[in-house]
């Protein structure tokens, strides 16, 4: 259904992440040395990259081209900086140090995790979820606890949302959401089984199905009303650690949009939480 272009103003690595899916075998394997090495890359010439991954030129330019680039200069120019812009975390060896260098590279990658939204998505998504009568959240793995998050945090402003744990339970509760709901499906790879078949439940229900996940076209992009691409922290944490770090920062921000819906209705919301926590952690505070 919606199929967001790829964000002119992110990152080679971001980029990667959210189309590699759809990239053919040989535009992959460019893709892939570009991620894996990038310091190579920026001193090769495109026949050189063909050469290294035993492909034709022409897959290099594809490549380029199919990461947004018009073709593999600007793809070079576009690494060089990016990689410059790395250079400037490096804090020093020893556990602080490494771990203060992790931690600035998360933050600026963070920054671009909005790099590959698109606004009309986004907009549309917030209205759907701020008028629907019924907001249920959905999924599985990696992703639920991000999935939980969300719902709680809409709840606490106003805006009641449900979520169920168990997989077969939520392909019965969204194939009993009505044309006045939505469904809110997190997936980071828009493939986990359960989640699309939760979500083609939703939508036979004739819902409103809002995906937020890190790749462009996926299984579940294709069934989705409103497709939010939040680009991972970095696509090795995404490969390596399967890393939600992006997508948690990106739902604290969403309900706040959301709440800016409700106005007046999230304040009250918020202030009856802050009650209920005074009351709560009251007695433990010394």
């Known amino acids: 259904m919606a199929e967001p272009p790829v964000g002119s103003g992110a990152p080679i690595t971001v980029r990667v992440a959210a ?35 035993g492909v034709a030129r022409s897959s290099v330019v594809r490549a380029s081209q199919s990461l947004g680039y018009r073709g593999y200069p600007q793809l070079r120019m576009a690494l060089a900086g990016e990689l410059g812009a790395h250079d ?13 260098t992790v931690m600035d590279r998360t933050a600026r990658a963070l920054n671009n995790s909005t790099s590959l939204l698109d606004v009309d998505e986004l907009e549309g998504a917030i209205d759907l979820i701020a008028r629907a009568r019924r907001v249920f959240v959905v999924a599985n793995g990696l992703s639920a606890s991000v999935a939980s998050n969300l719902a709680t945090r809409l709840t606490s402003i106003g805006r009641s949302a449900e979520i169920v744990p168990d997989a077969v339970s939520q392909q019965i509760a969204a ?44 299984d579940l992009t294709g069934l989705a009303h409103r497709v939010l691409v939040v680009a991972p922290a970095s696509f090795r944490d995404e490969l390596e650690h399967y890393s939600r770090v992006a997508q948690a920062a990106f739902v604290e921000a969403l309900v706040d949009l959301v709440a800016e819906v409700f106005a007046d209705r999230a304040q009250h919301a918020r202030g009856l939480v802050l009650e209920i926590l005074s009351d709560n952690l009251g007695d433990t505070i010394s």
């Open 19 to 53: 189309v590699r899916n759809t990239l053919q075998p040989t535009e992959r394997r460019v893709a892939d040395l570009i991620v894996s090495e990038p310091e190579l890359v920026v001193e090769l010439t495109a026949q050189q990259v063909a050469d290294r991954v």
């Open 88 to 100: 400037s975390f490096d804090h020093g060896e020893g556990a602080i140090g490494r771990l203060r």
């Open 175 to 218: 194939r009993q959401l009505t044309p006045d709901d939505v469904c809110v499906v997190v997936s980071g790879t828009g493939t986990n089984e359960f989640s699309l078949r939760t979500a083609a439940a939703a939508v036979s229900a004739g819902a409103n199905v809002i995906a937020i996940t890190s790749f462009q076209k996926s």
